[in-house]
């Protein structure tokens, strides 16, 4: 509507939708944010499941040809990979994890080894998955299982 000066003023009832619309739109936003990280939390656990599936593959095939096998780790991004024991595998004495901070962190992800494996990664067998990362998984006799970082972390 316009005034005696031809200036544009909002009725209330226009001002109440204009308010009503922005709270829509944000409301919205919020929504859309929390159903990303959702996705991008529950993609990142299943990016953890099939990684360690490759990588106790992959200590099969050493233990079985006794031979060493390299493999490029990418993901999950800014997870750190490491062995766990006792409590962390329930029914088993080591377990190979993956966990977005480190040991005992909520989001462990982790699949159940009957071997000793050695990590040899930055921190007290830990290797962080932070770019890709270059491994080699060996066996000797009457030695564990050992996963080499290549590659040294910055």
């Known amino acids: ?3 005696k000066k031809g200036a544009t003023t909002l009725l209330p009832e226009e001002t109440l939708k204009i308010i009503l619309a922005i709270i829509c739109i944000i409301l919205l936003l919020i929504l859309s944010a929390k159903l990303f990280s959702i996705f991008i939390a529950k993609t990142k656990t299943e990016q953890a499941k099939a990684t360690l ?7 099969e095939q050493v233990k079985k040809d006794n031979a060493p096998v390299s493999l490029i780790i990418n993901s999950p991004k800014d997870y750190h990979l490491f062995l766990a024991e006792g409590k962390y595998c329930k029914t088993a004495k080591y377990c190979l994890c993956f ?3 480190e040991r005992g962190t909520e989001g462990m992800i982790c699949k159940i080894t009957e071997d000793f494996i050695r990590i040899n990664g930055l921190n007290d067998g830990d290797i ?26 910055d």
């Open 53 to 59: 599936e490759i990588i106790t593959g992959k200590i």
């Open 128 to 153: 962080r998955i932070d770019k890709s990362k270059s491994v080699t998984i060996t066996k000797t006799t009457n030695e564990p299982i050992i996963i080499d970082l290549i590659e040294p972390q």
């Open 99 to 101: 966990a977005p901070k």
């Open 1 to 3: 509507m316009k005034n």
